[in-house]
């Protein structure tokens, strides 16, 4: 058992919330408020379970529990939902904007549920490219579920993301069954290739500015600026990455100003004026709001 500590400013409530915001997710799962996830950690694949009391407890249920792959599984699961960032300075920053101050007090605590995996977190923002997120969510369950390994714990079957190198060696063929667009299967493959062959590294990214990282991103067929910003906030801690043309956030911005029409590209950008430096942030919490 492995015993995270959490910050004041922590929610297990909001996070479970947002986990379990769709019904086909495949790469975790949720029974009684306890969160399951596997992990391919040196091609071996490992389940583990985090639930709450007075902090985050770690528990491994496959047989390698070596030192070395619970300290793996602890930075993960404080990567994966953010708690070291600092969410009072967020919370001073746009102390400003009373809307969205208003959202901070509603889901005080709440912190970026964040994808550790850059190639993860690229793969999901194209497949949800210009479609609803219910079909998104569906596409990458037959993705995980054809693609991907598995592993059976009481009778239960849970799926780690394929690889880069498993998908890289794909033909678009392999996709079309599954209901992919040939854009959306070749620009899968063109990022796993990348990856695969090192073009893209995340260790390498994570040490570059902001503007480096996305010239290298976007560099990549596929990958554009909404996928380039996406994937920096939720993978690389850009805090500031804003995927202002994500048609979520102009509803959830719609709703919570109470405006008559969705607000344009420009509109939104000056109003994010107030939310300098935390535009990532303020993005999920429009985002969350989505879910009532």
């Not at 709440?110 to 993860?120: A, I, K």
């Not at 554009?224 to 048609?247: I, R």
């Amino acid at each position: 058992m492995i015993y995270i500590p959490t910050p004041e400013e922590f929610s297990y409530k909001e996070l479970i919330k947002f986990l379990s915001r769709n019904e086909k997710e495949c790469l975790h799962s949720i029974k009684e408020d306890i969160i399951f996830k596997v992990l391919d950690i040196d091609q071996e694949l490992v389940l583990f379970s985090v639930s709450f009391d007075n902090g985050l407890i770690a528990t491994i249920h496959t047989d390698n529990q070596s030192a070395a792959v619970q300290e793996k599984v602890r930075t993960y699961i404080e990567d994966w939902f953010d708690l070291k960032a600092d969410l009072k300075t967020f919370y001073e920053a746009v102390s400003q904007d009373a809307t969205l101050s208003q959202l901070c007090r509603k889901y005080y605590g709440l912190r970026m549920v964040g994808m550790p995996n850059l190639f993860e977190s690229l793969v999901w923002s194209v497949i949800g490219q210009q479609i609803n997120l219910n079909f998104a969510y569906a596409l990458k369950q037959r993705l995980v579920h054809n693609f991907g390994k598995s592993i059976v714990f009481e009778g239960e079957t849970f799926y780690a993301l394929p690889t880069p190198e498993i998908l890289a060696s794909l033909s678009i063929e392999d996709f079309q069954p599954h209901q992919f667009s040939r854009g959306k299967a070749q620009y899968i493959i063109n990022i796993s290739k990348a990856f695969a062959e090192g073009i893209l590294s995340q260790q390498q990214l994570s040490a570059l500015t902001y503007d480096e990282i996305k010239q290298h991103l976007i560099a990549i067929k596929g990958i554009g600026n909404w996928t380039a910003n996406y994937s920096m906030m939720k993978s690389l801690k850009s805090y500031d990455a804003f995927p202002v043309e994500d048609v979520g956030l102009h509803n959830a911005v719609k709703n919570q100003y109470g405006l008559a029409t969705k607000p344009s590209i420009a509109e939104l950008n000056q109003m994010a004026v107030q939310w300098s430096g935390w535009r990532g942030y303020a993005t999920f919490y429009f985002w969350h709001s989505l879910l009532g």
